[in-house]
């Protein structure tokens, strides 16, 4: 909006908040709705540095792509070349780069939705099975995925209770009373009211679905999260609020986060460390201490240089030097 508008209009529950120039808005904004709306934009300079612990998932030298395999063992579309990343408990690895540079072929590779055709996956020391299908109960459970689009992840028919249900009674063997009550803890864990379980998924806001994904993949008491776009549908306050949950959740359990953004400020606030991927290759893989500071590569400063400021003549200056 600071790049195209000359005049801005700001809304909040169907009413007019604020409604003036855009250099007033940007600097000088009257109502305080307009002043979350600027800070949950803000790029954060502050970095995670936590003390890591022991290597969840060890990842090393995947290739991996779509279609059939040619005989010499690639795959016919191949997208990921030589990708290794590990993450620790307690730590979050973030991965960057434009839409199309294979962030979620990676995600999927992890998951067991794509198996790698190439390269070696540890979970706990021990080997990786590549394909779901193959994969066991226990490795199932270990390594849960958020996606992007909280719509289309949940049934919107179902209830919120039938859906943390489910995984509880699947991996835990939970039932009746003992399922009801976790089901309450897990809504308390992402910070929704505990009667929204009898409430169905259709009948909920876009934040508060990304919160029941969140906490259906918590239901499972994995080792690993992969988080892939989780707040790219979301507006940014909501998005804000859901970051600070991760970041709460995370010290809390101890867990290990891939999370996966085309949004560097996201990635920066939030991550331990930093892979930049590039037409399916690593072009930077640095601790977040490092990527606040630089130096980068070529393809990150690009990124970096690519994300509008709030500033109104970022895009005049952008066209000129081009
Ligand atoms: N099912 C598929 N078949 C063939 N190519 C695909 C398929 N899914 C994704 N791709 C291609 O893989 C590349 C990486 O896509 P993706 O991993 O979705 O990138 P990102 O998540 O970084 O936007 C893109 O060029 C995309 O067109
Ligand atoms: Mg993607």
Same mark, same amino acid.
């Given at each position: 909006m600071a790049q195209i508008a000359d005049q801005i209009l700001v809304l909040q529950n169907g009413r007019v908040m604020e409604n003036n120039p855009t250099a007033t808005i940007l600097n =000088?904004?009257? @109502?305080v709705y307009t002043r979350q709306l600027l800070s949950a934009v803000q790029d954060s300079d502050g970095y995670k540095d936590n003390a890591p612990g022991e290597v969840v998932i060890d990842i090393n030298n995947i290739e991996a792509g779509y279609g059939r395999m040619t005989k010499?063992?690639?795959?016919?579309?191949?997208?990921?070349?030589?990708i290794s990343m590990r993450v620790r408990r307690g730590q979050t690895v973030g991965i960057i780069g434009e839409s199309g540079s294979g962030k979620s072929t990676f995600a999927r590779v992890i998951a067991g939705l794509l198996p790698a055709a190439n390269g070696s996956m540890l979970l706990n020391n021990k080997e990786l099975t590549p394909a779901i299908v193959d994969r066991s109960k226990a490795e199932c459970q270990q390594i849960q995925m958020v996606f992007q689009n909280a719509d289309t992840a949940? =049934?919107?028919? @179902?209830k919120v209770g039938d859906i943390l249900g489910r995984p509880l009674t699947f991996f835990h063997g939970l039932k009746g009373a003992a399922r009801k009550q976790r089901v309450a803890e897990l809504l308390e864990l992402v910070k929704?009211?505990?009667?929204?379980?009898?409430?169905?998924?259709?009948?909920?806001s876009g934040g508060q679905k990304q919160r029941i994904n969140l906490a259906r993949a918590l239901a499972a008491e994995p080792s690993v999260i992969l988080c892939d776009e989780?707040?790219?549908?979301?507006?940014t306050v909501v998005a804000a609020a859901i970051l600070e949950l991760l970041g709460e959740l995370q010290a809390k359990l101890n867990i290990a986060i891939v999370f996966i953004s085309h949004d560097i400020s996201t990635v920066k606030s939030l991550c331990d460390e930093i892979m930049v991927l590039y037409k399916g290759k690593t072009v930077q893989y640095t601790s977040g201490k490092q990527f606040a500071s630089g130096p980068y590569e070529p393809y990150t400063e690009l990124l970096l240089n690519s994300v509008p400021t709030l500033d109104p003549t970022w895009l005049d200056s952008r066209q000129s030097r081009a």
């Open positions: =000088n904004a009257e @109502h010499q063992g690639k795959p016919e579309i191949p997208i990921l070349s030589d949940l =049934n919107p028919a @179902h929704l009211p505990t009667d929204l379980a009898d409430r169905k998924c259709g009948a909920l989780v707040t790219s549908a979301l507006d």
